[in-house]
């Protein structure tokens, strides 16, 4: 009896061990089981809260070999292993490309209307600058002008009568002649141009009208000009003396 009672007990303890260590096991397991599957929760998130910026600390942009670097250090990817860029890489690279081709049209048109606008300047420098140099003697030729005059009314003072009875009157008419002729090349040397507007239509702008003329009188139609009292003088195509004028009547 005592030996089947201890034979009893054995089998007792070893099924009681049997039972420990398969629960032991299966705890053992499913610990695993949910550590595994909490870091892999853990690691999913991780991922999915990764920010893949382009821009480096000095908040410059990476180039875009630098930005893959930068992605495959911020995954772990080892080097020969394949990059398979996750969904918020492509969104910041969408996003920044978006940026970058707004910048760069705003960039170009302020670019177009710089260059527009200093072109502009230049050519107003440039054509204020040519015309200092041609009307800088503007006022010396109006001053000169009154000198043409004056010799016109010494030649005009003159009949021809005189001249051919008198050599002396002769010498000193030819050499008046003389004297206004050179002026004139001098003045058209410097653009500086006679203007006589005999038989052309009266303009206020262009003219300045001293008297009028009847129009059976006249050999111009009405408004146009019978008469030049004084002629008129442009420099470079800019009237610097209106001709004195006289005009027909108008009807």
Known sequence: MYGRGCQGISRIIRLSRFIGNNNVSRLQNSANFFSTSTKENSSSEE????????????????????????????????EGEE?????????????????????????KNKYLRSVAETENVRKRGVRLVDDAKVFAIQGFCKDLLEVADILNLAINAVSKEEIENDKKLKDLYDG???????????????????????????????????????????????????????????????????????VVKSD
């Not at 999915?48 to 911020?74: A, G, M, W």
């Open 47 to 78: 991922t999915k809260e990764l920010k893949f910026s382009i821009k480096c600390k000095d908040d410059k942009r990476l180039p875009f070999d630098k930005y893959l670097e930068h992605v495959k250090n911020t995954l772990a990817i080892k």
């Open 83 to 107: 990059l398979k860029a996750p969904e918020s890489a492509l969104k910041t690279i969408g996003e920044e490309y978006d940026t970058l081709i707004n910048e760069v049209s705003e960039l």
């Open 176 to 246: 008046i002649v003389m004297t206004k002729t050179v002026l004139l090349k001098t003045f058209n040397k410097h653009g500086l141009v006679p203007v006589n507007p005999e038989g052309e239509k009266f303009d206020p702008n262009l003219h300045e009208a001293v008297f009028q003329v009847p129009k059976e009188q006249a050999t111009v139609p009405s408004e146009h000009i019978a008469h030049v009292a004084k002629i008129g003088y442009s420099l470079h195509g800019r009237p610097i003396r209106p001709a004195q004028v006289g």
